[in-house]
Structures are given as structure tokens and as C-alpha cells.
């Protein structure tokens, strides 16, 4: 794992022949191709290192030391399933080494199976107890069950014994700032920079720490060193281009992109920056013309589909063949995940679809699911829209013709009243990202989960997310205008995220006092996983929010609501019936208050159907004092305690641990 002067020196000696010339059988010994293996690891250059140690294991399967190089490889790679197979196997080459038993750990570790790791560990500390490398292996096993302070008492401690060491300083800087302890990481990055102020890793991650803590001029200087020590240091070079975006130097970010394309055609994070750089400088259709090229290499980075997509539905027309072309990306999905009875996330593509273009003859399967999860009131809305729309056929009309007699005696129309005109959205929220929140791979992550989140509530029958704009450059900003629009709350989403991982952190405050209320996150890995992380987010929202109906209509000791089991009211269920007008939003927290004597009364439940539901009205003393208009609340007496910070797994904060040599 370790690699320097000493490897460096080791490596040349016996590539020299320790001063004399090698010899032909040398050349194509299995030692011969370990040492290069080992030279191009340490210009890490990993697939010429695994070239040669393949060769070196061709000649001799039982070399132990290059079976482990060969891991190592693996792991940098990314490949950890193979690295375990190749790391397993050395161990049983070379019995007692503790360095195969540490590297063991890292990739368990890498690949979450946390159980198995600490089993390692705990073998190699029993056996030598400051060994650094398993205490290295041990912070990073907290960091990965969420425990950062834990592992930031194991490196305070492991500093204490080996003051100077580079990876010790900068390990325990960069757990120090995802902990939000920015001075104390400060600290320790100056502490290596004095004490390697050759190493341009040291700059890279003195860079990245200053980026995270809004130093952004710093920032660049610590990058740009970086590049004068070692030029051709590609994640340098991402993070200056992400930190002229950031300045607002759209220009330079740009030119910096197409570098590293011209590096690695493949490159979409840089694809990414370009298109985001393009469009803040006002070229949207440029912006689009690389976001696609960029969709077209990873069809799977969402990032990327969320930024062409959002630029489409803004910058095109309806009709547009481009908004046409995407949007079918999104129903092939969904057909998909209906074959497979996943209905959510098939609802989910389909509405994504429809929103980049909503004359889809596609609707028609949007509809006919609707229909098979309950909602026929829905479906035949569906049907009519497009009868509106022109996109009728025979069929379409023959079953509007049929669900419209089916439905005669649903109970909406036995109170006659319109489901489109009496459903309301009872909590106003304001979905922000900052513009001080940006992701290791992609820059301005916040705003595009933010875009997600938003367009996720726009289905949410009782959140309505406010015409706001996303991207705020201050949290002071973002309680203004959350303040002006008069929400009820605001909503901040920031990310973050390595190559396989991402983690969604939203944060609730009220939108009158600018107060707490509270914090939400989401983990998720491998395909989808912001979709995954913003659906997860928003479902935890709409879940801590109480329940708000409104009495539309009374009859006698009966009472209609504008809540249906869709809203998730059922038979039997008993709400508080509260004055108009009186319930407020708690100054701090998630609730509303009200006083016992805004309580007028009670509702019982006795029928409950997709739009509305119906029950009975029981008074709140002698004189009976519900009227329409009259709020339906349902509050938690014991709120869910959400998970705290602590516990949250930090995806990107993994990443640059193991990276760090």
C-alpha cells in the first residue's frame, strides 16, 4: 500500500542488477517482471503493473510478492472482487504477512463486508498491536459504518505515535473537515505541507480541504502546485477545472475540460463540467449538443441525463423531436420495470417522460398503470387529458365511456363534487441547493438532486414545491426567498458521492424563523442510486410532514374531506377537526400548533375512496362548531427520531482515504 523512496530505491537497485547488466535470463525471469511491475506502481500506472504481473505469475504461479502486487492492483482499479480472489491467494503464499492480511481488510472493507474485515483486523492487532497499517484499516472501517469521530480519535492517536507521517496528517484533515472541524483540518494540512512541501499530494488534498471550506482561491493555488509537481495529475487538474466553475469563471472551466477530454475521450465527469459551463455562459444549445454526447458514452450517469434533461424541458418546445428522443430513453425504462412488476419505479420513468413530452402516446400506458395500482378516478383522468390532447382512438374512447359509468358510484360523485377542483396541497416547500455544495465528480451534485427532489413532489398530493429558484448562493439567500414565497419550509440537498456511491443529505428548516426542523439522508449504490437516494429522501419527507385534510362538504353529522386512500386515509381512522386558519407552523422542528380550543371536533372515518374520503362528525363540547373549511390534521405524538449526522456514511470521504498513498 506504501510507496516511496525506499520502494523507489529498492526497485532501481534491482533493476540495475545492483550496478551490473542483466543478463538474458534475468530479463524473462518472473523477478524481472515483478520489479517492472513495481516501478510502473509507483508512477502508478496500473495496467502496465498488472501486464507485467501477470507475466511474473505465468513464469511462476507461486510468487508470493507478485500474487499481492497484482491485488493491489486490482484495488486501484476499482476491481475489488478480484483483488479479494488475488489478495486470498497470496495469503496463502506467504502465511504470517501481515501487510496481505491488511490488504485483505481494505478491499472487505471496500466491499461492505464490514464483519469480515473487522475479523482481519482485529487478527493482525492481536498479533501486533501499532501495526499502522491495520490502524489505518480500523479508521476506515468507522468511516465506513458512519462512526467518522470514532475514526477521528483513531488518527489523533496514531498521529501522537508517528507525528510526521503524510498519509496519518492528511487522513485525519480530511475526516477532521467532513466533520465540519474546518480549523482543526486546516491544522494538520499545514502540518504536512511543512513537512512535505515537495509531495504534490500533499497539495491536492490541501486543495480539495480549502475547496471544502470555501476557500476557493486558496483552492486553485494548492491545485496549480499540485500541477507544477506532477503535470500530468488528471484528479488535480478535475478539481481546478471544478473550482473555475465555482468562481464563476465559466470560460476557463470550460478550456479546462476539453484538456482532460483530449486526455480520455471517456472522461464524462469533464463532459459534465464543459455542458454546466456552457449553460451558465448562455450557449444552451452548445450545452445540450455535449450533454448528450456525454449521455451517449454513459447512458448510466444520471447527472449528466438530469442537466440535458432539465435544459431541454427549459430551453425547447414541447413538440421538439430532441425532448421526443429523450424522453422515449425514459418509457423503454419504464415498459422494462412494468414487465418485471416494479410499478414504482416504472410510474416513476413514466412520469419523467411525460414531463420532457407530455403528447406521448405513452400516456396511455402511464394511465393503464395508474388503473392497475387502484386509481381508476385517475386513469379516466388520464384518458380524458389525452382526449383533449387529440390522441384519442376508438378503444380510449370506449373505455372513458366505460369507467366514466363505472365510477357513478364512487363516492366523489355521490357528494358531487370534483376531485380536480377540491384537491389541495397543504405544505408549501422550497427545494434549494448552494452553491457552496459541490461533489467530488460532479460539480453543482446539490442542484441537480435538488432538480430531482422537486420534480419527485410535484407527485406528492400534499407537498407543493414552490416556483423557487434551485440554486442559491447562500443559505441566507435561501431562507429569503424561501421567507418571500411564504413556505412553510425550505428543503437544502447537498451530495456526496465516489464512482459507485452516493449519499443525499437533505436539510429541513422552517421557512418563517429560518430554524431547524430537520435532516434527512439517503445512501445508495450502483445503478440508479440518485433516483433511488432523492425517491428515498422525498418518502422520509412526506412521511414526517402531519397529515393535513380540509372539510369540503357536511351533511348533517357527515362529513366530506379533500383526502382520499391515496392520501394514505383509511377506514376506521380518527383526525382532529381545527379551526381555519388556526394551526401554525412550529417556530423550530416539524408540527403544527394549535391550541385545545382551535379543536372543534373529531373525525371518524366510515368510507375512504381514491380522492376523498367520508365519515362522521363528532363536536368538541355543547355547541357544535365545525364548519367547512375546517382543517383535518392528523399529528405523530412521537416523531420518528431521525439518524444523526454521525451516521450518515460519507461515500466521497471513502474514496479519497483509499486513494490516499
Request: glycine share 6%.
Amino acid at each position: 500500500m506504501k510507496r516511496g523512496a525506499l520502494c523507489l530505491l529498492i526497485s532501481v537497485i534491482l533493476l540495475l542488477g545492483l550496478g551490473s547488466p542483466l543478463n538474458s535470463q534475468d530479463r524473462s525471469g518472473a523477478a524481472f517482471y515483478y520489479e517492472r511491475g513495481r516501478a510502473s506502481m509507483i508512477e502508478e500506472d496500473w495496467y502496465s503493473a498488472m501486464e507485467a504481473f501477470i507475466e511474473c505469475l505465468r513464469l511462476n504461479p507461486a510468487h508470493a510478492e507478485g500474487t499481492a502486487a497484482l491485488a493491489e492492483c486490482y484495488y486501484e482499479l476499482g476491481e475489488f472482487d478480484q483483488a479479494l480472489l488475488w489478495a486470498r491467494k497470496a495469503r496463502s503464499l506467504a502465511r504470517g504477512n501481515m501487510a496481505l492480511a491488511n490488504l485483505e481488510a481494505f478491499i472487505l472493507i471496500a466491499l461492505g463486508r464490514l464483519e469480515g474485515a473487522e475479523a482481519v483486523i482485529a487478527e493482525v492487532l492481536t498479533r501486533e498491536p501499532y501495526n499502522r497499517e491495520a490502524l489505518f484499516a480500523q479508521a476506515e472501517l468507522d468511516i465506513a459504518r458512519g462512526h467518522a469521530s470514532d475514526a477521528a480519535a483513531r488518527y489523533r492517536e496514531a498521529v501522537r505515535r508517528f507525528p510526521d507521517d503524510r498519509r496519518l496528517l492528511l487522513s485525519l484533515a480530511l475526516v477532521l473537515g467532513s466533520l465540519g472541524d474546518r480549523e482543526n483540518a486546516r491544522f494538520y494540512t499545514e502540518r504536512a505541507l511543512i513537512q512535505h512541501p515537495e509531495d504534490f499530494r500533499v497539495y491536492y488534498y490541501a486543495a480539495y480541504l480549502d475547496a471544502q471550506g470555501e476557500r476557493l482561491s486558496s483552492a486553485v493555488r494548492y491545485a496549480e502546485q499540485t500541477l507544477f509537481y506532477r503535470s500530468g495529475f488528471a484528479p488535480a487538474r478535475s478539481l481546478l477545472a471544478s473550482l473555475r466553475y465555482r468562481l464563476g469563471q465559466f470560460d476557463e472551466a470550460a478550456r479546462l475540460a476539453d484538456e482532460l477530454i483530449a486526455l480520455d475521450r471517456n472522461d464524462t465527469a469533464a463532459w459534465y463540467l464543459k455542458g454546466l459551463s456552457y449553460s451558465m455562459t448562455g450557449r444552451n444549445m452548445d450545452a445540450i449538443t455535449v450533454l448528450s454526447t456525454a449521455s451517449i458514452i454513459d447512458p448510466e450517469d444520471e447527472f449528466i441525463r438530469v442537466a440535458l434533461e432539465e435544459l431541454l424541458i427549459s430551453e425547447t418546445n414541447p413538440e421538439d423531436s430532441l425532448r421526443s428522443r429523450w424522453a422515449d430513453w425514459h418509457f423503454i425504462r419504464a415498459r422494462d420495470f412494468r414487465s418485471r412488476n416494479l410499478a414504482e419505479q416504472a410510474l416513476f420513468e413514466y412520469r419523467r417522460g411525460l414531463r420532457l413530452n407530455p403528447y406521448a402516446p405513452d400516456r396511455r400506458e402511464y394511465a393503464e398503470l395508474l388503473r392497475m395500482q387502484g386509481y381508476p378516478a385517475r386513469y379516466l383522468e388520464e384518458l380524458k387529458f389525452m382526449q383533449d390532447l387529440g390522441l384519442a382512438d376508438r378503444s380510449l374512447n370506449d373505455a372513458v365511456e366505460t369507467y366514466d359509468s363505472f365510477l357513478e358510484g364512487a363516492l366523489y360523485r355521490r357528494w358531487s363534487v370534483e376531485p380536480v377542483d377540491s384537491f389541495k396541497r397543504h405544505w408549501k416547500v422550497s427545494v434549494f441547493s448552494l452553491a457552496s455544495q459541490s461533489a467530488f465528480y460532479h460539480v453543482d451534485a446539490g442542484a441537480m438532486a435538488a432538480s430531482y427532489v422537486k420534480d419527485l413532489l410535484v407527485h406528492d398530493r400534499n407537498i407543493s414545491p414552490m416556483d423557487t429558484v434551485l440554486r442559491q448562493p447562500s443559505f441566507s439567500q435561501a431562507f429569503r426567498s424561501a421567507r418571500e414565497a411564504d413556505a412553510d419550509y425550505f428543503f437544502i440537498l447537498s451530495v456526496t458521492e465516489n464512482e459507485r456511491d452516493l449519499s443525499l443529505k437533505g436539510e429541513l428548516f422552517v421557512g418563517r424563523t429560518g430554524s431547524p426542523a430537520g435532516t434527512f439522508y439517503a445512501y445508495r449504490t450502483g445503478a440508479d442510486r440518485l433516483r433511488n437516494a432523492s425517491r428515498n429522501i422525498t418518502d422520509q419527507l412526506a412521511a414526517a410532514l402531519p397529515f393535513r385534510g380540509e372539510l369540503i362538504q357536511r351533511r348533517a353529522a357527515q362529513g366530506l374531506i379533500n383526502k382520499g386512500r391515496a392520501d394514505g386515509v383509511e377506514t376506521g381512522a380518527v383526525y382532529e377537526v381545527v379551526k381555519k386558519g388556526r394551526p401554525l407552523v412550529l417556530n423550530e422542528g416539524i408540527g403544527l400548533s394549535y391550541s385545545a380550543e382551535d379543536v372543534v371536533g373529531t373525525l371518524l372515518i366510515g368510507t375512504a375512496d381514491e380522492e376523498v374520503a367520508a365519515g362522521t362528525l363528532s363536536r368538541n363540547g355543547f355547541f357544535d362548531r365545525i364548519e367547512i373549511g375546517d382543517e383535518i390534521i392528523l399529528q405523530k405524538e412521537k416523531p420518528d427520531k431521525l439518524p444523526p449526522a454521525e451516521n450518515a456514511v460519507d461515500p466521497q470521504l471513502r474514496n479519497l482515504l483509499r486513494t490516499l498513498r
